[in-house]
């Protein structure tokens, strides 16, 4: 089993940044794809951004191309997700998944493909 825990939420100012952090243990090593998601009070959940095995194609929504970046250290089981310029429309709760997949290139970005899920962490961004 793959526990995967989220950090690094808070409640920021629009503007600001903010990088989470979303680390897995369980295994010797959690190198499988991985991505981002959010969910604001009401809405469906959102997928961000995600990164392949092979720490290559990271691959992002429109709505935060150009202000999140994802990446990886395999060494340490850790994904990041750094966002820049937030915005209050960015506020929601933020979840880490992981695919157990083992393809190097792949990457997902559909709630339903992925295995295993953090608990999420707040983000909260005002005006």
């Known amino acids: 089993q793959v526990q995967l825990v989220e950090s690094g939420g808070g409640l920021v100012q629009a503007g600001d940044s903010l990088r989470l952090s979303c680390a897995a243990s369980?295994?010797?090593?959690?190198?499988?794809?991985m991505g981002w998601f959010r969910q604001a009070p009401g809405k469906e959940r959102e997928f961000l951004a995600a990164?392949?095995?092979?720490?290559?194609?990271?691959y992002y929504a429109g709505s935060v191309m150009g202000r999140f970046i994802i990446s990886r250290e395999n060494t340490k089981n850790t994904v990041y997700l750094q966002m820049n310029s937030l915005k209050p429309e960015d506020t929601a709760v933020y979840y880490c998944?992981?695919?157990?997949?083992?393809?190097?290139?792949?990457?997902?970005?559909?709630?339903?493909?992925?295995?295993?899920w953090g608990q999420g962490t707040q983000v909260t961004v005002s005006s």
């Open positions: 998944a992981a695919k157990n997949d083992d393809q190097p290139n792949f990457v997902y970005d559909r709630a339903d493909e992925y295995d295993y």
């Open positions: 369980g295994r010797t090593s959690v190198t499988w794809p």
């Open positions: 990164i392949s095995r092979g720490n290559i194609n990271p």
